[in-house]
């Protein structure tokens, strides 16, 4: 039986753990565990694709989202211990940036290239986008309350800001909002309307993989993630200074690419397929469970874990970023069809966005 390529990457897994036992250059260390992340996004995208074609796009997008987010909560956990909270605040933002602007527009690039345009369900994109922008008011309205109150926003170098306790609790308060409607969000998705999020096709697929082997394979590769994240934490701060990039822009741009690799390949792949239901579902709505689930859960956690809480207030490249990504979000999928010139305009603006966070 032939080997996939992808898969052969595994074998960067093991490297990783031992190099990180025998204090290998961080730099290698880094680099060793990001490439250890690609086979199970890989996997990762495997299964994805057997569940959505027997429960429909909206089911096997929240799974895919759901367990490829788990490493992007498992990184910003270890850097919160760390105290590194400027850093997990950058991958917060990096990832709703990153999943809107990257993982959407490489959909559209790709998946348009050979058709005139692609078509998906518009009402649950737009429930989807709503979310989104309804969860952004919330995160951006902590920065809001510090500038009236004559504070400032964090800089791009520092680590860690102490906003005081009257953020602290705002913060809490805004997280615990956040993960209600979240939960109100999925009874809504998942149970009350159904049937938007999960249409019936009547497409014939093979199936080669159960459910329940599906979701092991994406259990396993979410495990799999997981070591590689811890690694890869332990390693920013030397691997950035020595590569000559901030921890910001690690924090904003490398770290959320990794920590989602696995939404990129699967969604990239759909597309190409025209799937272009589950391309969106896991673009839009990754993001949108970063904002209402995984920044939340990170705020709670922060008041156990670390030298202090984490107060919701984005620094103002961070705050720019993802509020240009929403609007643009809510945007083109108010049409429901997309086609590749879409695809490289929202490239394009995150490429301006990384240039931008790199002087920054």
Not at 137 to 161: D, I, K, M, T, W
């Amino acid at each position: 039986m032939r080997v996939k390529p992808t898969y052969v990457l595994a074998l960067f897994i093991p490297a990783a753990v031992v190099l990180e036992i025998v204090h290998a250059s961080p730099t290698v260390i880094f680099i060793t565990a990001a490439l250890g992340v690609i086979p199970t996004a890989a996997l990762m995208g495997k299964a994805t694709e057997e569940i959505a074609a027997q429960t429909g796009p909206g089911i096997g997008g929240f799974l895919n989202v759901t367990f490829g987010n788990a490493p992007e909560l498992i990184i910003a956990f270890f850097a919160l211990r760390e105290g590194l909270q400027e850093v997990v605040k950058a991958s917060i933002a990096g990832s709703i940036i990153g999943n809107i602007l990257l993982v959407l527009g490489a959909s559209m690039l790709v998946g348009g290239l050979k058709r005139e345009k692609q078509t998906f369900n518009v009402t649950a994109a737009q429930a989807q986008s709503a979310m989104l922008l309804l969860a952004m008011v919330a995160l951006v309205l902590p920065a809001v309350f510090q500038l009236v109150n004559g504070g400032g926003l964090p800089s791009v170098s520092e680590e860690r800001v102490d906003f005081g306790t009257d953020l602290e609790h705002l913060s809490f308060a805004v997280a615990i909002i956040l993960l209600v409607t979240y939960a109100a969000g999925l009874l809504f998705s998942l149970r009350t309307h159904k049937s938007m999020f999960n249409p019936h096709s009547d497409e014939v697929h093979e199936h080669k993989w159960s459910i329940r082997r599906s979701v092991g394979m994406l259990a396993l590769a979410g495990a799999g993630v997981g070591l590689m994240s811890e690694i890869l934490v332990g390693s920013i701060s030397e691997a950035s200074e020595s590569i000559g990039l901030s921890e910001f822009f690690v924090g904003v741009f490398i770290v959320a690419i990794v920590g989602n690799a696995a939404e990129h390949w699967v969604a990239v792949l759909v597309a190409a397929k025209n799937k272009m239901d589950l391309a969106v579902n896991i673009a839009v709505g990754s993001s949108a469970q970063i904002a209402l689930f995984v920044a939340p859960v990170l705020v709670l956690l922060s008041f156990f874990v670390g030298p202090a809480p984490l107060a919701l207030v984005f620094n103002g490249y961070e705050l720019a970023g993802m509020l240009f990504a929403v609007l643009i979000a809510n945007y083109l999928t108010a049409e429901g069809e997309s086609n590749w010139f879409e695809g490289v305009q929202l490239l394009a603006v995150y490429a301006v966005l990384g240039v931008v966070f790199f002087y920054a």
